[in-house]
T-cell receptor, first 110, second 115 residues
Framework: LAKTTQPISMDSYEGQEVNITCSHN???????ITWYQQFPSQGPRFIIQ???TKVTNEVASLFIPADRKSSTLSLPRVSLSDTAVYYC???????????FGKGTKLSVIP | KAGVTQTPRYLIKTRGQQVTLSCSPI?????VSWYQQTPGQGLQFLFE???????NKGNFPGRFSGRQFSNSRSEMNVSTLELGDSALYLC??????????????FGPGTRLLVL
């Protein structure tokens, strides 16, 4: 499984757009990039998944360049409730094991 | 649709005891995975069951075991508890047909404290 690297922590003010970048240099052709969000003492929650270019849903956008060696999770106009840990994962079809890294702890400041 | 449920939510045990945790997946989901989360090691995969068979296993000692029933409900057991087993144990369910890129739905977890 490809290893992912993302910043340990980020701070942002309420109302700003937040971009969290993840590096996955060894991503395989059939792998997808998936982001999960976790609040303290809760299980992770799926946010978004993509394979290439751009994916958008009601919560976030995911930008993936052509070489797919990195990806950027974009959270528009964050609020205090977006304070959480965000995990970037590389997911394939051959395994049912999710490999979580350290994640990025996002703190939203009022 | 009801989400993934885990029981109990909190548990206190002493060293040497054993513990059984339960997980009920989302209706229709046949894959159940278990994870351990600690401040030091983060989220680590324990094992995954599909149709009552263990299909994937993480790097944990044999004290950690699990099983899945015909209704897809799953239990995990930890024997001879150690202080280091104190953790949040998370269960996740998915359809089980498209690998790890399937969305996995996590339960609220069971917080285990070993004294």
């Amino acid at each position: 499984l490809a290893k992912t690297t993302q910043p340990i922590s980020m701070d942002s003010y309420e109302g700003q757009e937040v971009n969290i970048t993840c590096s996955h240099n060894n991503i395989a052709t059939n792998d997808y990039i998936t982001w999960y969000q976790q609040f303290p003492s809760q299980g992770p929650r799926f946010i978004i998944q993509g394979y290439k270019t751009k994916v958008t849903n009601e919560v976030a956008s995911l930008f993936i360049p052509a070489d797919r060696k990195s990806s950027t999770l974009s959270l528009p106009r964050v609020s205090l409730s977006d304070t959480a840990v965000y995990y970037c994962l590389v997911s394939g079809a051959g395994s049912y094991q999710l490999t979580f890294g350290k994640g990025t702890k996002l703190s939203v400041i009022p | 649709k009801a989400g993934v449920t885990q029981t109990p939510r909190y548990l206190i045990k002493t060293r040497g005891q054993q513990v059984t945790l339960s997980c009920s997946p989302i209706s229709g989901h046949r894959s159940v995975s278990w994870y351990q989360q600690t401040p030091g090691q983060g989220l680590q995969f324990l094992f995954e069951y599909f149709s009552e068979t263990q299909r994937n296993k993480g790097n944990f000692p044999g004290r950690f075991s699990g099983r899945q029933f015909s209704n897809s409900r799953s239990e995990m057991n930890v024997s001879t508890l150690e202080l280091g087993d104190s953790a949040l144990y998370l269960c996740a369910s998915s359809l089980g047909t498209s690998g790890s890129r399937e969305t996995q739905y996590f339960g609220p977890g069971t917080r285990l404290l070993v004294l």
